[in-house]
T-cell receptor, first 116, second 116 residues
């Protein structure tokens, strides 16, 4: 298993500002994933972050709005840029083991973002 | 198209009674299937997975799930529910025929309430 530390756990931000969320893993992982989850709702994948390459974004998400860094195999950041109230959500960092497609995902505790 | 359905938004059971949380899936190839639980204000925790072999898989906290290929289902079960099992449950699938696409396909979640 992997232990994931995600910071901040929650924040209240003014519209038009940006917030950077950090994700630290206790072991080296190839792929890290960033999700968005409305409270009580399902998960929506924002992007996949591989070390040493550009993040791969899902439909509806763009790099200018959600820039991602992946400087090494244990750390990643997601920035929510130029925030609006519609960005209020829970943001989750996730990693998977190296074993292959049968490996489960592990999640951080999430960042609850409120934009006012 | 790949999809996961959790037909019940909410399931309520009395403590001590058996519980079932339903999940059906649609993938082009063979599936890897996962169940996760999310307690309030927490990240997702892995419960169990089906990869191959015995159709009945056992996981954490006394949960089990049965893979039924003909019905394309992977229902989560527990013989005797506890109040502490009250949480949001997510089913997810990964399609083995998806090539390099490791993306998990998530259900919309089922809120389980266990009444004392």
């Amino acid at each position: 298993s992997a232990v994931i530390s995600q910071k901040p756990s929650r924040d209240i931000c003014q519209r038009g500002t940006s917030l950077t969320i950090q994700c630290q893993v206790d072991s080296q992982v190839t792929m890290m994933f960033w999700y968005r989850q409305q409270p009580g709702q399902s998960l929506t994948l924002i992007a996949t972050a591989n070390q040493g390459s550009e993040a791969t974004y899902e439909s509806g998400f763009v790099i200018d709005k959600f820039p991602i860094s992946r400087p090494n195999l244990t750390f990643s950041t997601l920035t929510v840029s130029n925030m609006s109230p519609e960005d209020s959500s829970i943001y989750l960092c996730s990693v998977e083991g190296p074993q292959g497609l049968d490996t489960e995902a592990f999640f951080g505790q999430g960042t609850r973002l409120t934009v006012v | 198209a790949q999809s996961v359905a959790q037909p019940e938004d909410q399931v309520n059971v009395a403590e001590g009674n058996p519980l079932t949380v339903k999940c059906t899936y649609s993938v082009s190839g063979n599936p890897y299937l996962f169940w996760y639980v999310q307690y309030p204000n927490r990240g997702l925790q892995f419960l169990l997975k089906y990869i191959t072999g015995d159709n009945l898989v056992k996981g954490s906290y006394g949960f089990e799930a049965e893979f039924n290929k003909s019905q394309t289902s992977f229902h989560l079960k527990k013989p005797s529910a506890l109040v502490s099992d009250s949480a949001l449950y997510f089913c997810a699938v990964r399609d083995l025929n998806a090539g390099n696409n490791r993306k998990l396909i998530w259900g919309l979640g089922t809120s389980l309430g266990v009444n004392p």
